[in-house]
């Protein structure tokens, strides 16, 4: 049990640069921060990233993953983008998280820079399928594995499921970021997402931002949907 704040991040997962503006009006104020990520990116552009996160406060889910040269150099070229928030893969290694930590740190000034976030495993894993990659022992232990490697190399904060929050707040303690993807309200439709929490259940296990995607923007009424999620977050 905790009483940390928990944050709303709305994932608006579109191609259409009008329809990603139409869902960050909506869930406004309830969501402090919206995610563009892959599909936004590659579909609209950086330019569009740049005016949908003119005047909100962007996470970038770009999850890096390559050579350490290429991806500090990466982070590098985002600076103009001012995110608050950014993603690595941890599983690209001890090298290539501090090349990122190192090039955050160089590119953007003490004022501004993103934190630093390191996906651990994804949340549309479940053991099996972590198996499959060769991976034995379960995605909890896999976490607490990247968990450490990425914090020790300079990531300011993880992704996980919320299933692994209370395992990593008990390992790291109350400072690491914890940023929880795969969260569905009661009753919603879990889709490709296999380790999932409702938003009460996350909270109260320690996240300090939970990410929604497809529960708001799929909605009839995704303003409604979004502060049926951020008052979960305070009840
Ligand atoms: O492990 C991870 C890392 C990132 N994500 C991203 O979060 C959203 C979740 O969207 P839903 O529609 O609520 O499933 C999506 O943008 C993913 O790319 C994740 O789900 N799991």
Known sequence: MTDRQTGLIAALDTRDPTQAERWAHAVTPH???IKLGL???????FGAVARLAAGRALFLDLKLHDIPNTVGAAVGSLASLKPAMLTIHASG??????????????????TARPLLLAVTVLTSLDDAALAETGVAG???AQVLRLAELALRNGADGLVCSARELEALRR?????????TPGIRP??????????????????????DWIVVGRPITGADDPAAAAAAIAAELTS
């Open 138 to 140: 379960g995605a909890r």
């Open 186 to 207: 009661a009753g919603a439709a879990a889709g490709d997402q296999k380790r999932v929490m409702t938003p009460g259940e996350a909270r109260r296990a320690g996240a």
């Open 93 to 110: 290694g001890s090298a290539m998280v501090a090349a990122a930590s190192a090039a955050r740190n160089d590119a953007f000034a003490t």
């Open 171 to 179: 390992e790291f303690g109350e400072s690491p970021v914890l940023v």
């Open 31 to 33: 969501a402090s921060v």
């Open 39 to 45: 599909e936004f990116a590659y579909a609209a552009g």
